[in-house]
Structures are given as C-alpha cells and as structure tokens.
C-alpha cells in the first residue's frame, strides 16, 4: 500500500479520536467550576476518558508521521473539528445546521488543495539536538506570552495548546524517524531531550485545551485546529528540509486552499457559538426583596448545548412574551 496512502488514512482515524476527546473535554469543561485544580480534574472519570481518546488519537498521529511529512499529516488534523460538527449535533440532540455544512465543504475542499500540494515523499530529516532545544526554549517564550492575564483567555490558550501540540507533532516524528530508521543509537541525549520535550508540550497542550474549552467548543477548537498545522509546518518548511511541490502554480493553490479551510473553520466556528438558545422554565417566582427579575437565558455554548446562565439584553425575560 502505498505510504501516503497509509499516512492519509491514520490521520483521519485520528482526527475522529481527537474530535470525540475534544466533545468530552468540553462536556467536562461546561460541569468544572473555572477555580478547579488539575487534582479535581485528575479524580473524574470524564477526564481519563478525554485523556485515552488524546492518546489514542496520538498514537495514530504519530504512526501517520513515520509515512507522511508534516506538510501532509498535520493540515488532516482540521478534520477534527469536521468530525466535531456531527457529534457535537448527536450529542446536542440536533441536526447540523446549513451553515455547518457551508463551513464543513469549504474545510474539505481547502484540505484538498493543501493535500494535492504536499510533499509526498515519506520523511528522512530529523532535527539535531540544538535545533530540538530552539524549538523548545521558543515555543515555551510563545506559550507564556499567551498565557498571561488579559482579554479572550480563552482564544490565547486556545492559540498555545494548538503551537505546543503541532510542536510536539514536530519533535516526535523526529523521535520516530531516528528509532525506525536505526540512523543512530537508540539511547541518546538528543532522543532523550526530544522525548521528554514531546511530553511536556503533549501535556501542556491537553491542559490549555481544556482551560480553553470553558469559553466553549466551537471558537477555541478552531484555533487549535488552525494553529496546530501552521506551528507543525513551519518547523517542517524551516528545519526538516520539507518542500511543496508544483511550483508556482502549487503556491498559488496553496494559498487559495489555505483560504477556503479557513473560511470554513470561521463558519464552523461561528455556527458553534450561535447555537439557537432554549428557553427555560417559566413561571418562576422572584424572591421577596430581590427586586425586578434579571433578564437571563439559558443558551448553549457549543456543540454540546450545555446550559449556562448568561446575562441578554436583546432578548425577552424568561417567561416574558
């Protein structure tokens, strides 16, 4: 079978892991308090099931990585937010809407354009110790930079678990091609150092993602998605000698697919957090003293629909006609 074949199909089962660890993450996500600890998240059978799902989905990765370079693998990983549009709907008890169809087709056929422009060749090149430590030192720089105190926390987190998962994506298949292709021995500190990168920023980015998902679904998973390819790529592109192939007119389409896949992930997006709210239970009776009831509706956040209390001023009380 032919190995880009093989690298395309491990990449889709993976995104199909990545996209139901995504859902549970969320699901998880919308029932954790904000305050909650790393311990409290580590007592949930909800998390562990998020975390074998990752690891499942990581292993298929990184066996799609021993066939396939970044360049083709990675720009797959957007599936997962394709995948998350239908069990995200089954798990919200409806059906995907027309403008996540828009969003669904327009990601396909920008992946499709990316895909007839990369590489093809099964990948050779690793990264040298010194160059797996830049990597290293300068995704941490990013990472705390997006991490610090300030507005849509959860779009930056969202930013940096996308950079340290494509990151980690990076350095294991340099970890995969130097075991495999037996270019050197098996124990050494380059492979040692690269390990342990690999599973700092594989952990990191699980928990950014989940610190992300308290916004949501929709938005913080389609940064992920778009980060992720683009951090993966450029160490690919920079360091790993990989190419496009076709020349100019591959450029071309290059650009014109990396266009529609955004555009799509923008809608898909955009169709997550505008899910139709639902109304709850009238006829509740204020307390003596509280004052004129507050206009509140019970909307989703996500394709998980789970309820949460937010504050509208541009709709009618519950129970109000």
């Known amino acids: 079978m032919n190995a880009t074949l093989i690298a395309v199909a491990l990449s889709l089962v993976s995104a199909a892991a990545y996209a139901s660890a995504a ?34 989905g990581a292993l298929l990765h990184v066996a799609a990585l021993k066939y396939g370079p970044l360049t083709l693998v990675q720009p797959l990983g957007a599936l997962t937010l394709v995948a998350a549009v239908p069990l995200g709907a089954r798990a919200a008890g409806r059906r995907v809407t027309r403008i996540e169809w828009r969003g669904t087709i327009l990601t396909l056929l920008g992946l499709g354009a990316l895909l007839m422009t990369a590489g093809a060749a099964a990948p050779h090149e690793t990264l040298s110790l010194p160059e797996a430590l830049a990597v290293g030192a300068g995704t941490m720089a990013v990472v705390a930079g997006l991490s610090r105190p300030g507005a849509r926390p959860g779009l930056r987190h969202a930013a940096a678990s996308g950079i340290t998962s494509g990151v980690a994506s990076a350095l294991t298949q340099t970890l995969t091609v130097s075991v495999t292709d037996h270019t050197g021995p098996l124990f050494s500190w380059r492979l040692v150092v690269v390990a342990l990168l690999v599973s700092a920023f594989a952990m990191s980015g699980l928990l950014l993602s989940q610190t992300a998902y308290r916004d949501g679904l929709g938005a913080p998973l389609a940064v992920v998605t778009l980060a992720n390819p683009v951090a993966a790529a450029a160490i690919g592109l920079a360091l790993l000698g990989e190419r496009l192939q076709g020349g100019t007119t591959s450029l071309l389409l290059a650009l014109l697919g990396t266009a529609a896949a955004v555009r799509g992930v923008i809608l898909l997006s955009r169709a997550q957090s505008e899910t139709p709210a639902v109304a709850g239970p009238a006829g509740a ?3 003596p003293g509280a004052g004129p009831p507050s206009r509140v509706v019970i909307a989703s956040r996500g394709p998980l629909d789970q309820p949460t209390l937010r504050p509208d001023l541009g709709r009618a009380p519950v129970g109000g006609s």
């Not at 969320?26 to 975390?51: F, H, I, K, M, Y």
């Open 285 to 287: 009776e204020p307390k």
């Open 23 to 56: 859902v549970a993450q969320a699901r998880l996500a919308g029932r954790t308090e904000p305050d909650a600890g790393v311990l409290r998240l580590l007592g949930r059978g909800a998390w562990w099931s998020a975390v074998a799902l990752n690891a499942g």
